[in-house]
């Protein structure tokens, strides 16, 4: 299965003449019908439409299409109509002037003081009606669909890219842990025999004499302790275990933002604690490098479905 990106857009178009009769069809100017679809990463599905009053009740139609289509992402979808009359001057058709006409005489019949009506007037009223658009409803699914299916490539196409940055973040978190596996054993070993070296002295300095063997016994207890609290093998391993779990994930695809975010997590954590528990320059370097890249996988991370 492939990654998917919650960030993408996509849009779709369709032009048409108002529907009617053929008559004014002919005298009737295209409308034209335009959706996109924009998304942003979110931690849940989060719709919202922005659709012109007359494609209102098609919405629960939209958002049903895109709960089928997406799992997570904030969603926009944008609906706009536009029609060539506006800005010109319409034409008025003959049976639209005789309905005019007839309602005119209607309101006459019962005011006969109101105004007649003004060749402005009758253009207004022409266009509003040439205007006035027809069921929509086909047209938009179609062309959510369309979008929709726009929005899942774009989002699959920068998922690709987030997948392989991940992976090229992963070789180089492997090759600073490859670095510090060498290290402990001999930054243990180091320690320890510090440790010991400064217990001798300070005991030397105490009483003037070779060091008992009961302090001796103790200093090296004391020693081994220490060297087990800077020993760092148990959070690189661990590190390279959450590494592998990562790369399986991606190349598995899905849905897997949720748990890439929970082991990059887990993967700053250790990060965290080699540096804290770093008794050499070395490893105090390479746990600050890691950190930078599991911050930036961090960062991309967010936006992964």
Request: glycine share 6%; charged share 25%; no cysteine.
């Amino acid at each position: 299965m492939s990654v998917y990106s919650m960030t993408g857009y996509a849009s779709a178009q369709h032009s048409s003449a108002r529907p009617g009769s053929e008559a004014e069809s002919k005298s009737a100017p295209p409308s034209h019908l335009g959706l996109e679809i924009r998304s942003v990463n979110s931690r849940f599905l989060d719709l919202s439409f922005k659709l012109p009053e007359e494609m209102r009740p098609y919405e629960p139609a939209l958002r049903e299409l895109l709960i089928g289509g997406l799992k997570r992402g904030k969603v926009e979808v944008r609906a706009a109509i536009e029609s060539s009359a506006q800005g010109s001057v319409v034409d008025p058709t003959p049976r639209l002037l005789q309905r005019l006409n007839a309602v005119q005489d209607n309101v006459k019949a019962w005011l006969p003081d109101a105004a007649p009506l003004s060749v402005a007037d009758v253009i207004r009223l022409a266009a509003g009606e040439l205007g006035t658009h027809g069921d929509w409803s086909e047209t938009l699914l179609s062309l959510g669909r369309q979008a929709l299916e726009e929005l899942i490539k774009a989002r699959e196409r920068e998922g690709a890219r987030l997948a392989t940055m991940l992976i090229e973040r992963l070789g180089q978190i492997r090759a600073l842990a490859a670095q510090a596996v060498p290290l402990v054993p001999q930054l243990v070993a180091q320690q320890r025999q510090r440790f010991l070296d400064r217990w001798q002295e300070a005991m030397a300095l105490t009483d003037g004499s070779t060091l008992p063997e009961a302090a001796q016994d103790r200093a090296l207890t004391e020693a081994t302790a220490f060297a087990i609290r800077i020993d760092v093998a148990e959070e690189i391993t661990r590190i390279q275990s959450h590494l592998d779990e990562i790369e399986r994930l991606i190349k598995k695809g899905g849905e897997l933002g949720k748990r890439l975010d929970f082991l990059i997590q887990e993967l700053h954590r250790e990060a965290n604690t080699l540096g804290s528990k770093s008794a050499a320059l070395e490893l105090t370097h390479i746990s600050v490098d890691m950190k930078v890249l599991i911050e930036q996988m961090r960062e991309q991370v967010q936006n992964i479905e």
